[in-house]
């Protein structure tokens, strides 16, 4: 059974406060990145971070409800995330309860220095066990990769292709732009950031040092 949804209020504080962790560890620098939740599954509802503002600064009015075509309920003088029909296809397509996009440097150089394999393979590190139903550093974990576009319904239907082939990923990367992931709940979506962000810079370092040590230099 899905966890029941969290209100608008509740969701607004847990964000500000993510967003400003996110934002000090360097995962969503200047105005990148969005968070959103699920606040009704009929109609689909989400609250989802207003477009070009930096997460580090981000305050409980910075939030906006919008519905499953990504339009605001309500009176506004804001816009949603340029990337909300992203949010609405994986919410859609996962059942997740919150859906989270990063724009670390791992993230982004992963994305693309692993473009022509479709994919990252994250293996062998204890914190795969960060993620939903994993329960063992021997998890094969596969991260696909999806090329970036500013056509953001594109991208959407994209995204929703791609869960419906691997239907046990955690998240996926845009090509030199980021993460997506999500969760059950808000709280669940945060530790699989924290998952990815880790394995990615721990995969993306030991290949620069096997590379490295290949050539003879000193990484």
């Not at 969005?34 to 477009?51: C, E, G, K, Y």
């Not at 150089?109 to 393979?121: E, P, Q, R």
């Not at 590190?125 to 139903?133: Q, S, T, V």
């Not at 990769?145 to 292709?161: C, F, G, P």
Request: charged share 20%.
């Amino acid at each position: 059974m899905a966890p029941p949804a969290p209100s608008a209020i509740a969701t607004a504080h847990e964000f500000v406060r993510l967003g400003r962790m996110f934002h000090r560890r360097g995962w969503v620098l200047a105005t990148s990145g969005n968070l959103s939740a699920v606040l009704s599954r009929d109609p689909l509802t989400l609250a989802i971070t207003r477009s070009s503002i930096d997460k580090g600064r981000l305050k409980s009015d910075d939030l906006i409800e919008v519905d499953d075509k990504g339009k605001p309920i309500g009176p506004t003088p804001h816009k949603p995330s340029a990337e909300t029909l992203i949010h609405i296809a994986v919410a859609k397509a996962t059942g997740a309860g919150a859906v989270m996009h990063t724009h670390s440097v791992w993230g982004t150089l992963m994305s693309d220095l692993f473009a022509n394999k479709g994919g990252v393979s994250l293996e062998g590190y204890e914190m795969l066990k960060g993620l939903e139903g994993v329960s063992s550093h021997e998890h094969k974990e596969w991260l696909p990769i999806v090329e970036n576009t500013q056509d953001m319904q594109s991208l959407a239907t994209t995204a929703s292709h791609l869960i419906h082939r691997h239907p046990d990923a955690h998240g996926f990367l845009v090509r030199r732009h980021g993460l997506y992931t999500w969760g059950a709940d808000i709280s669940s979506a945060a530790r699989h950031v924290e998952a990815f962000e880790f394995l990615l810079e721990a995969t993306g370092r030991a290949a620069a040092h096997r590379s490295a040590a290949n050539r003879g230099q000193t990484p």
